[in-house]
């Protein structure tokens, strides 16, 4: 069926092309002309064919002589002709005026003549061809304006206006075919899976419709892939991931770009509103905040930065603070100008040492145990949570009494706006294909995508 379904759409390409090429096939194959003409309601022109014809009945009359009187009137006929096949134009209704045009610019240069009537009129002369010879003329019409003119025709037209195309005789028995299998693979799968609706089945193989319908019928290629991959004549796998590639391409920088824009303008909405501000200085919000878990999650996340600071952090670095204290101690000692002359004495310097080491020991463990017993007292707790709370307030009073707020509001507004125009644009001309491709290879070594496409193509 996969061959059948080729063959097919190989003769559907050809019927798009027979018109185009007609000439091709006319002048190198001509019995597809005489076998295909008839499908397409193509038939010789009457005029041009007269022509050829009075042509031909001049080369008859010829041994009679040019002075006699056939061969006067044909050379007559022929100029008559002539000039009425180049003011009719019966190349027009099969849009070849281009070939008329040819043979006029042919003769003009043949006879040097600018006025192609006059060219026409001149070589079907008698004074012509005995000056000129009657075999060179004849053989110069017969390889260069006669197959111009032969290939002209006359095509019908039908009662819809449009061209007189049979070409559904030669569709209709592969239409016939391709139905019939359509509704016995339809019932067939309908039978493995009952539970399938009708519309469900046909769904499964959609892709068969396009060879029933007598319409569109460029679009069967669809189905020709479809059955070359299920008859393993070609895997699509490569296409399918590249038309994939194109499709997600050329919508994934739209869609970033509009994501990205959506989410600056809700914040930009959000800080002319006040919301924003609303919410560091904890006042009441335009739009009641929704709380999923009752926990205030900044200060939990504060109070376990917290702990992790006072618990775990400050006793690794403990001795790189005695340090720095020792230094600075040892530094203070050393600008005192009583000191500076107790350094002459013996065991002066040592003694320094160890009494600064001591001092930045001691220093560092007391104010550490300060801080603990800060953080573990509950009166220090609440002091430190009402000096935080008086403090936020007493700053976004003052930052409103001050007009200092608006500005920072429209700042942050035309900080976001640049953000849109710098960053969003340069995401957006970023490289789709090469992200896509990333993607692509991540998903072939985390999941077995292939082998499963695979297995589904072949079921």
Known sequence: MAIIAIANFGLVMFDFSYIPWRNFYFHNVPVITREYD???????????????????ELQAVIPSGFKSQAVQKKLAELRSLSVEMIDDNPFARAGKSGSLEKIKRIMRLRLNNDSSKEAFKTFWSQDYFLSQGWEEEKDF?????????????FRHIGENGDFRD?????????????????????????????????????????YDLWLILPLWRWTRFVPVLFRLEKANLWNMYQLRRQTQQLIVANFAEE???????????QLQISIRRGELTQWLLKGNNLRPYLD????????????????????????????????????NIDKAFNQVPIYQNLQNFPGVGKMQTQLSEEL???????????????????????????LMERFTTALGAEMQKKHVLSEIQS?????????????????????????????????????????????????
Do not use: C
């Open 166 to 206: 049979r070409f559904w005789i030669l569709d209709l028995p592969f239409i016939f075919l391709f139905a019939l299998e359509f509704l016995v693979r339809s019932f067939w799968l309908k039978s493995r899976h009952p539970s399938f609706s009708y519309l469900n089945v046909i769904l499964w193989h959609w």
């Open 411 to 459: 700042l942050f507004i035309d900080f976001l706006e640049e953000v849109k125009i710098n960053y969003v644009q340069r995401l957006s001309e970023e490289e789709i294909e090469e992200i896509l491709e990333r993607t692509t290879q991540l998903k072939m070594h985390t999941s077995p995508v292939q082998p499963m496409l695979d297995m589904k193509t072949n079921n």
């Open 292 to 327: 999923i878990n009752n926990v205030n999650e900044i200060e939990a996340i504060a109070g376990i930065f917290v702990q992790t600071l006072i618990y775990q952090v400050i006793p690794k670095i403990q001795p790189e603070l005695v340090a720095i204290l020792q230094h």
């Open 360 to 386: 930045a020991t001691q220093i560092a463990t007391n104010v550490y145990s300060a801080v603990v017993r800060g953080v573990e007292d509950p009166i220090s707790a609440e002091l430190s949570s009402q």
């Open 38 to 56: 008839k499908f397409k309601g193509i038939e010789p022109h009457r005029d041009t064919q007269k022509y050829l014809t009075t042509v031909d």
């Open 141 to 153: 019409f017969d390889q260069t304006i006669r197959p111009l003119i032969a290939s002209n025709y």
């Open 255 to 265: 869609i970033t770009e509009m994501v990205v824009v959506r989410v600056i303008n």
